[in-house]
Structures are given as structure tokens and as C-alpha cells.
């Protein structure tokens, strides 16, 4: 009987903990935007392994739901903005995630970022060293990835 009420106490306890930002439901929702991880674009059926949309601007304060339509896939921060909180989903799970600092996300399907399932959020105004950041790894990542090469084109203009 002791280990029930123990079990029931740690279970209730841990549950009151304050989530991260990031992770928070208690936030004002004002505007959630939905990013869908896929295999194959809705928009483009030769597009494959996508997140659409793969470029969204945003203001501060708001936040990206990760959804998952194909499973298989997951959504983890790649270089972000220096004060902004890191996310991983995992794989086969959704997240969402509040974007407070402003800058550019940017973003991988860790399976299959060699594949160009990568993605990026603006948020307000990147500073200059954040543009700079994230124009360098994207050309990092472009030269390993396999396929969606115009993709990454597409998002290294964007990067300004």
C-alpha cells in the first residue's frame, strides 16, 4: 500500500513541474502555425521528404506546431538564434515550439537531412551574426545532401 501512495505521489508531483517555454500549454495562443513532417509534399507530389511549409515568417511570440502525417519523421533544432531555446521532438512525435527570440531556426528531420528534409523559421529580424550563422551551416548542409538540392538553394536565398 506504501508503494501505491508513493507511486501516486511522485506521479502527482512530477506532473506540477513547470514545463519549458517551449513546451508549455498554459501560453496564449494566439497564433499557432503548422509545419506537417511528410514523405511526400502535398504541394508537390516529386518533392519528397518534406516539411510544409519549409519557410515561414513569423513574428516573435508565436508558435510552430510540428505535426506528424507520415510517421517516420521528427522535428530537431539545427541553429537558432543565441538566447532561444533547442527542441527535438523525436522521431514520430509532434512538439510545439514558442519562438520568442527573434532570428532565423533552422531545422532537421534527423533521418533524413541528408535527404534535404530541412526547414526555417524567421522570426521578426535576425541579427547579422544569426544571418551569418545560418547561411554557413546551410552550405554545410548542402554539400551533404542527397537529394531536394533546390530546396536548400531556396532557403540560402531567403538567408538575409
Known amino acids: 500500500m506504501k508503494i501505491i501512495l508513493s507511486l501516486y505521489a511522485l506521479l502527482f508531483f512530477s506532473s506540477c513541474q513547470k514545463q519549458p517555454d517551449y513546451l508549455s500549454a498554459s501560453i496564449n495562443r494566439k497564433n499557432i502555425y503548422?509545419?506537417?513532417?511528410?514523405?511526400?509534399?502535398?504541394?508537390?507530389?516529386?518533392?519528397?521528404m518534406a516539411f510544409e511549409p519549409f519557410y515561414l515568417e513569423v513574428k516573435p511570440d508565436n508558435i510552430v506546431k510540428f505535426v506528424l502525417v507520415d510517421k517516420g519523421h521528427g522535428s530537431k533544432s539545427l541553429s537558432i538564434p543565441k538566447k532561444a531555446l533547442p527542441w527535438n521532438?523525436?522521431?514520430?512525435?509532434?512538439?510545439e515550439v514558442l519562438l520568442k527570440e527573434e532570428g532565423f531556426y533552422l531545422y532537421e528531420?534527423?533521418?533524413?537531412?541528408?535527404?534535404?528534409?530541412?526547414?526555417?523559421?524567421?522570426v521578426g529580424?535576425?541579427?547579422?551574426?544569426?544571418i551569418k550563422e545560418t547561411k554557413k551551416k546551410?552550405?554545410?548542409?548542402?554539400?551533404n545532401i542527397k537529394m531536394n538540392h533546390k530546396r536548400i538553394e531556396e532557403l540560402i536565398n531567403l538567408v538575409r
Open 34 to 48: 503548422k509545419i506537417k513532417m511528410l514523405n511526400r509534399s502535398e504541394k508537390n507530389p516529386n518533392d519528397f
Open 138 to 143: 546551410l552550405l554545410e548542409l548542402q554539400k
Open 89 to 95: 521532438s523525436g522521431l514520430n512525435n509532434e512538439i
Open 109 to 122: 528531420c534527423r533521418p533524413h537531412t541528408s535527404m534535404g528534409m530541412v526547414g526555417l523559421i524567421r
Open 125 to 130: 529580424s535576425p541579427s547579422k551574426k544569426n
